[in-house]
């Protein structure tokens, strides 16, 4: 099946938590592709590098620090834009590893308001410069914890299966209009910050989440998923696609070589 070239109209890319892993590999893999590429994260040291980096190797690449919980700063970005053609929501992430009797609701509430409140924040404030477009597309980066549950996780599967059910339930509601709703959703991914932010910054209990896991995910697996579903023709919806290392046959069963 051929790539198909972002349509003028269509030029623009927004993705979201951009400032290092699936999101910053995402933004290149987009801007390879030839789309104008509009990074966002909070981290504006982060985003504006990406931004050279892209332009040194030909692409075009806007930073533009935000944080998407922030839905008055979210609105004041949406209005620089009469269309875009593809929304990447990537911004989200995990807190904690605690059972659900000693939780922290305060990093529950967290990854609530990132991962689902966020995105629903930048897709509402963006659909309409998507449908104006001709030719949008909204993806939603999920991941396996919103689609089956796994002890220690019970805060961050419930943020992911509301990221899941916002992209499942825009797709029904959106039907007719000139917009793709596509929910890439990765398993097991090593990036550099994952699971050092979930654990607090502890490298021991981080690096124990991949030990013996011979090939991870990594962030570029997921980034050429993300573009190889946004560069299909305009009739192609990927409607959910799940990726994961072969040594994960689930989010509770993984090969390790111990």
């Known amino acids: 099946m051929a790539t198909a070239a972002p349509s003028a109209a269509s030029r623009i890319a927004v993705v979201t938590g951009a400032s290092s892993g699936i999101g910053a590999a995402t933004a290149r893999q987009l801007a390879a592709a030839g789309y104008r590429v509009v990074l966002t994260a909070r981290r504006k040291d982060r985003i504006e590098a990406l931004a050279e980096e892209i332009a040194r190797s030909g692409g075009s690449a806007t930073a533009y620090p935000l944080d998407v919980t922030d839905r008055a700063a979210v609105d004041e970005f949406a ?13 989200g992430g995990a807190l ?6 000693t939780g922290d609701p305060a990093d529950w509430r967290t990854m609530y308001e990132t991962n689902v409140l966020g995105t629903l924040n930048v897709t509402q404030a963006l659909l309409p ?20 549950t796994y002890e220690g996780g019970g805060g961050y599967v419930a943020a992911k299966h509301g990221t899941h059910v916002l992209a499942e339930t825009l797709r029904l509601e959106i039907v007719g209009l000139p917009v793709r709703v596509i929910e890439i959703a990765p398993g097991m991914v090593r990036t550099d910050e994952f699971a050092l932010t979930r654990f607090g910054g502890d490298t021991d209990k981080a690096a124990k989440v991949y030990e013996g896991v011979a090939e991870p995910l990594t962030a570029s697996d997921v980034a050429e998923t993300i ?4 560069t ?27």
Do not use: C, M, Y
């Not at 573009?227 to 946004?230: E, K, M, Q, S, Y």
């Not at 990726?243 to 689930?250: G, I, N, T, V």
């Open 79 to 91: 209005g620089a834009f009469k269309t875009i053609g593809v929304l990447v929501n990537n911004a």
């Open 129 to 148: 410069k998507l449908v104006a477009s001709g030719d949008g597309t909204v993806v939603v980066v999920s991941s396996t914890a919103g689609h089956g």
């Open 96 to 101: 904690g590893a605690d059972p659900v009797a």
């Open 227 to 230: 573009a190889w579903a946004v």
């Open 232 to 258: 299909r023709p305009s009739h192609v919806n990927v409607d959910l696609l799940v990726l994961r290392p072969r040594a994960q046959a689930s989010n509770t069963k993984v090969h390790r070589e111990l």
